[in-house]
C-alpha cells in the first residue's frame, strides 16, 4: 500500500512538473488585475444598492 502511495506522489510530481502548461507571469498578472476591476466594480455595485434601500426603509419606517 506505501507503494503505490509513493507511485502515485511521484506521478503527481512529475504531472504537475513536466506535463501541467504553466502561465506566464504577464498573463497572470493580467487576470489577476481583471478580477480585481471586477471585485471592486461588484462592491461599489453592492454598496449602492445597499444605501438605496436603506434609504427605502428609513422612509418607509419613518414615515
Same mark, same amino acid.
Given at each position: 500500500?506505501? $507503494? &503505490?502511495? !509513493? +507511485?502515485?506522489? &511521484?506521478?503527481?510530481?512529475?504531472? @504537475?512538473?513536466? $506535463? #501541467? #502548461? ?5 498573463? @497572470? #498578472?493580467? +487576470?489577476?488585475?481583471? !478580477? *480585481? ?6 462592491? !461599489?455595485? !453592492?454598496?449602492? /444598492?445597499? &444605501?438605496?434601500?436603506? *434609504? @427605502?426603509?428609513? /422612509?418607509?419606517?419613518?414615515?
Amino acid at each position: 500500500m506505501f $507503494k &503505490k502511495f !509513493v +507511485t502515485y506522489c &511521484k506521478e503527481c510530481y512529475d504531472e @504537475l512538473a513536466h $506535463k #501541467t #502548461t504553466w502561465p506566464t507571469r504577464r498573463a @497572470l #498578472t493580467h +487576470t489577476a488585475i481583471v !478580477v *480585481l476591476v471586477a471585485s471592486i466594480i461588484i462592491a !461599489v455595485i !453592492v454598496f449602492c /444598492l445597499d &444605501k438605496v434601500f436603506e *434609504l @427605502l426603509m428609513q /422612509l418607509i419606517y419613518h414615515s
